[in-house]
């Protein structure tokens, strides 16, 4: 902890955590300020008593403590965070009833692009929306240091929670946690404890383990070139950083039924979700690279297991590589035992600094500048409306995420559950300049192909479905 003078009021700073630290070494690796942005709407087909909802904005923020983060800077222009006591801004109210509703999202998408000041200032934008056809509510811009997905499902619940309550008598949320309480607790860890040690051990033996082959989303044109060029055959990472990181996102949505099957059959096999996901994704890489049978994707870790945890807000994702081996005679539903194994073992040591397990593997393999995995994913398992159903009221929803014009990796995908229907939107982003819209739509097909081969009859090999698509 550290004491700054703030507008000639002293404030208790703290340092940055693991989870942050990431997406700081992203912004500064970023020529574009606006990288951290994430911009989201959520609309609900409703007469909306707007002063009522200004209330509850407000209301939700000053109970939540990582809506009221501020960074700052020291003399050796390390970045620490503070909190301020309360956020009395207004909430503006926009009305776009009478605009056409694409040109309404481009323009919310051009909100999502502007960079916010970076320090002593606030790192939110919330403003009330009214759009075509009845549907008003929010559109929220935050810094990914201070809220990731989980978060702003929860401030967004927390904000209905509380309009419900003032509007039709419904029951008031339960307190927030504490982000600082929370903070203080990764701080310690991260203080060489010994679980820190534990889990550093469990990172280098993986690293040591053997070195792992990059899959490129695109096939194996990246490395084939990256080999000529280096003289070297037997090069086994990649470079995928590119100097125009100009992004977009393309959202395919499984309808309710398909999700429902993929859903029903995770549940009948005790097998998590986001493990049948990777399996699929594993096998479309493993497809587009010469049936390649060693693939690492980077998994992404939510790290909010405790009631602590859930409801502190903040940012807790953490990224790591997750590497698997699989022959073709290996069968659909043994390859889920094995990423259920192998996530379950990173759950166990998802604490650990991911830019420190970054660096120890390009460390050891002499790999600076590459790596072995050409994609992200997250699965967000609780949509809002799962979160609080019998909180919030039955009514027709929309959600959105907007881009903020630019992109870190070649390619991201996020899962979620649509708030409307519980049905499964993939959320591709990605940098234009390293794949197109048509190639994102050829992905995903084959990504469907995949998990639906799989599922209806999980005993098949693994080769006998890459057969098949």
């Known amino acids: 902890m550290k004491e700054f003078i703030v507008n000639g009021v002293k404030v208790e700073a ?53 809506m009221r983060l501020r960074f700052i800077k020291d003399e050796n222009d390390d970045v620490y965070q503070y909190l301020v006591p309360f956020d009395d801004r207004d909430i503006e109210l926009v009305d776009f009833s009478n605009w056409n509703e694409d040109d309404a999202h481009d323009e919310m998408r051009r909100w999502t692009a502007v960079p916010f000041e970076r320090f002593n200032s606030p790192m939110h934008l919330i403003k009330m929306i009214k759009l075509p056809n009845g549907f008003n509510g929010i559109y929220s811009k935050v810094d990914h240091m201070t809220m990731d997905s989980s978060s702003i499902i929860t401030f967004y619940s927390d904000v209905l929670q509380i309009y419900c309550n003032k509007r039709y008598g419904n029951d008031y949320p339960k307190p927030m946690q504490s982000y ?60 995928t950083t590119s100097t125009n990181t100009e992004a977009s996102i393309s959202v395919f949505k499984l309808e309710k039924e398909p999700s429902e099957r993929l859903l029903k059959f995770c549940e009948e096999n005790h097998v998590p979700f986001v493990c049948l996901l990777l399996m699929g994704l594993r096998t479309v890489l493993s497809k587009f690279n010469d049936n390649e049978q060693d693939v690492s994707l980077k998994t992404c870790v939510a790290r909010r297991g405790t009631l602590l945890e859930k409801r502190s807000g903040g940012t807790r994702i953490h990224f790591f590589p997750i590497r698997t081996i699989m022959s073709p005679d290996m069968t659909f539903i043994d390859g889920l035992r094995m990423y259920q194994e192998k996530q379950n073992a990173i759950f166990r040591h998802a604490n650990f600094d991911s830019v420190a397990q970054m660096i120890m593997s390009s460390k050891y393999w002499n790999t600076m500048g590459k790596t072995y995995e050409s994609l992200s994913v997250t699965y967000q398992p609780m ?21 903020n014009g ?39 097909y084959y990504l469907c192909r995949v998990l639906f081969r799989g599922i209806e009859n999980s005993n098949r090999t693994i080769g006998e479905i890459l057969d098949m698509i």
Request: hydrophobic share 35%; glycine share 2%; with cysteine.
């Open 14 to 66: 703290y340092p940055l955590t693991a989870a942050q630290r990431i997406h700081n070494f992203s912004r500064m690796s970023c020529p574009f300020h606006q990288l951290l942005n994430i911009g989201t709407g959520l609309y609900i087909q409703q007469e909306t008593d707007f002063d009522l909802l200004k209330e509850s904005i407000k209301e939700s923020i000053n109970r939540f403590e990582s």
């Open 180 to 239: 600082i309480k929370c903070l203080k607790k990764d701080l310690a860890y991260e203080a060489n404890s010994p679980a820190y040690k534990k889990d550093e051990k469990f990172w280098r033996d993986i690293v040591e383990e053997s070195e792992p082959m990059f899959t490129d989303f695109n096939g194996m044109g990246r490395l084939i070139t990256q080999r000529r060029a280096e003289n070297n055959p037997n090069l086994r990472a990649a470079c």
């Open 383 to 403: 949509s809002m409306k799962q979160q609080d159903a019998e909180k919030i009221p039955d009514i027709p929803y929309k959600s959105f995420w907007y881009t």
């Open 406 to 444: 630019v992109a870190a990796q070649p390619l991201y995908l996020t899962v979620m559950h649509r708030v409307e229907d519980n049905g499964l939107n993939f959320n591709f982003e990605y940098q234009k300049a390293a794949v197109t819209d048509y190639e994102m739509e050829y992905f995903y």
